[in-house]
């Protein structure tokens, strides 16, 4: 590029904070040790979750397998057609989770059997409670080892209070200073200027100043913390800053989606100039999955796939919303047919639903941000929502099998 991203200070920066950390090798060795089940659940029964993730695999083991359709209709797949990805947002912790477990199971043997999707997103803040207490860890253990998806996207918001202490100690470490007030008993939050909601505009997309290196922090810990290795991004500077950072961390991936989305080719094109900048010796990006955006039709989509193609970029996947909240955009959105018309061309598209379609009360943005006691007084209801999402999503699925669509699912619905 004519002009460099990063400036060599920037640089220096990231590359202090992840020696802070341990360095590279330690980071990825780290994370891989803390995916593994044993691991994972040795750790939860020492934090009093013990008996929801025996509860989680016992249900399980009943849930609706999308074998049982292929044979019961005679799916025959046509290979030139695309491959549909399954990924239902809003797996908002442990007890969501949990709720969702339970429905899931209790829909084998009905009409309408509901498969787990093999993506997941939650939009839960990466509060210290959130990420050492345990819930973070035991919604992965049941996303990833239990339901076997592929990916859990966890969502970082940099105006999430922390510790006083953190803030000087990054200061060292990065030799910048972070913009913060303070809340209560030795806890501090950035000052964002453009503030939208609690944790930031929309979400925490507001990332001014250095403040990126607050959002590689606590992706990092939370990494080494939980092994969650999947993030949402919220600002154009960190997926600079990511690109960078994870050149060396194999196992740490981000997912472009929310207002960042791609809604046409030339965004693309910007995007993928951001990662061949800081491609890694494999081709691959940490950049995982780019949302083409809710304003996009299926030609664009389709566009934007030959592009990812002929860049060489390996290992990324791009991702449309079919429903979205109805506080999130326009009312009756619903993106069905062109997702039908990207996947008869030929291209491959993960499919993602923040909405099943029909306005439940809890089916909003709004339920994102609500406070850790909400979330677990709403555990069952909340749960109820991400359900119904994960049954729209196994409806269209199987019309999609019926058409010679393959529609891939989490490896706990897909196999016995």
Not at 235 to 260: E, F, Q
Not at 336 to 360: C, I, P, R, W
Not at 390 to 406: E, F, P, V, Y
Request: with cysteine; aromatic share 8%.
């Amino acid at each position: 590029m004519k002009y460099p991203l990063l400036s060599d200070a920037d640089m220096k920066a990231m590359d202090a904070l992840k020696e802070h950390h341990g360095g590279a090798e330690r980071i990825v060795r780290t994370i891989d040790e803390m995916r593994n089940f044993e691991t994972r659940k040795r750790i939860l029964a020492g934090k009093g979750f013990g008996k929801m993730i025996e509860d989680a695999e016992a249900y399980a083991g009943d849930f609706p397998q999308v074998e049982d359709f292929e044979k019961a209709n005679d799916i025959v797949y046509n290979d030139s057609l695309g491959v549909g990805t399954s990924q239902v947002s809003g797996f908002q912790g442990a007890k969501v989770t949990m709720n969702s477990i339970k429905r899931i199971a209790e829909s084998a043997g009905t009409p309408e059997p509901c498969y787990a999707p093999q993506e997941m997103i939650s939009v839960v803040a990466l509060t210290d409670n959130y990420v050492y207490n345990g819930d973070l860890m035991a919604t992965l253990t049941m996303a990833e080892n239990i339901m076997k998806a592929s990916k859990f996207c966890s969502t970082n918001l940099i105006g999430i209070p922390q510790p006083e202490a953190r803030f000087r100690e990054l200061e060292a470490v990065t030799g910048e200073k972070f913009v913060r007030y303070e809340c209560e008993n030795g806890v501090c939050a950035l000052t964002l200027k453009n503030q939208g909601t609690p944790f930031g505009n929309f979400g925490g997309i507001e990332v001014a100043n250095n403040n990126h290196l607050i959002y590689l922090d606590g992706v990092t810990r939370t990494a080494l913390a939980t092994g969650g290795d999947f993030f949402l991004n919220p600002s154009w500077s960190t997926i600079v800053a990511v690109c960078y950072y994870g050149r060396d961390l194999p196992n740490l991936h981000i997912k472009i989606s929310m207002l960042l989305a791609t809604q046409n080719p030339v965004q693309l094109r910007m995007l993928l100039n951001i990662m061949n900048e800081y491609i890694r010796e494999d081709g691959t990006s940490p950049i995982y999955e780019i949302n083409i955006g809710n304003g996009s039709t299926a030609a664009n989509f389709i566009q934007c796939a030959k592009e990812l193609d002929a860049s060489g970029i390996k290992g990324v996947s791009l991702a449309a919303h079919i429903y979205i909240n109805p506080d999130l955009g326009m009312p009756g959105f619903n993106w069905t047919n062109h997702m039908f018309d990207v996947l008869q061309s030929g291209t491959n598209m993960t499919f993602k639903y923040e909405s099943d379609g029909t306005a439940h009360e809890l089916d909003t943005m709004a339920t994102y941000f609500i406070s850790e006691e909400e979330r677990e007084a709403m555990g069952i209801e909340i749960g109820e929502v991400i359900f119904n999402k994960a049954l729209r999503a196994s409806k269209d699925g199987r019309t999609m099998m019926k058409k010679g669509i393959r529609a891939v699912f989490a490896e706990s619905s897909q196999k016995r």
